[in-house]
């Protein structure tokens, strides 16, 4: 009932109150600390960004994130829904010799190969990444972000991708279209 009531709680675009479908539930709601939603952006806005990650036995991304989102220009152009920090993950990723670096490579080449995402060149020379959800944005951005950029998608399903600043060529056996039953 104090939900409904609370101004606090208000839609301040359509000015409803908060309405409460259950009561059994509410005494549990101050122990949530985080909430991951669907692909509605119901309580995302639609927007992701790119913050931690596991990778072998290992956990990069610092708890405490800056609030202002890590900007970062490529030969490509801006580099969007990126807020990750983590020095060990930098020391890990730039030593071959590390016992988690080659985790560390074959996830980011997931990252840039497991998508649907499509590039488009603006007139500036720029490329644009189209994808087709918010967090297929980050998860593209955030491999770019560590040199392992997404650069076009050819027809004959071939992807080309730089890594560490030499042009890889992949063919892509399969792609499994999203459905809400997977």
């Not at 967090?135 to 560490?164: H, P, S």
């Amino acid at each position: 009932m104090f939900i409904s009531w609370d101004h606090k709680l208000i839609d301040t675009q359509n000015f409803t109150a908060a309405k409460v479908q259950t009561s059994t539930l509410n005494e549990e709601l101050g122990q949530v600390k985080y909430i991951f939603s669907d692909k509605t952006g119901t309580l995302t806005k639609n927007y992701m960004e790119f913050k931690k990650m596991s990778i072998g036995s290992f956990s990069y991304g610092e708890t405490e994130v800056s609030s202002s989102i890590i900007k970062k220009t490529d030969n490509l152009g801006e580099i969007n829904n990126f807020n990750f920090h983590d020095e060990e993950f930098y020391r890990h990723l730039n030593d071959q010799t590390h016992e988690n670096f080659e985790n560390i490579k074959n996830f980011l080449l997931c990252l840039c190969l497991c998508n649907t995402v499509f590039t488009e060149e603006r007139s500036d020379s720029q490329v644009v990444y189209l994808a087709s959800s918010p967090d297929e944005m980050a998860l593209i951005n955030a491999a770019r972000y560590f040199n392992f950029k997404f650069l076009k998608r050819e027809i004959g399903n071939k992807i080309n991708l730089e890594i560490f600043g030499k042009v890889e060529e992949y063919s892509v056996e399969r792609i499994i279209e999203y459905t809400s039953e997977r």
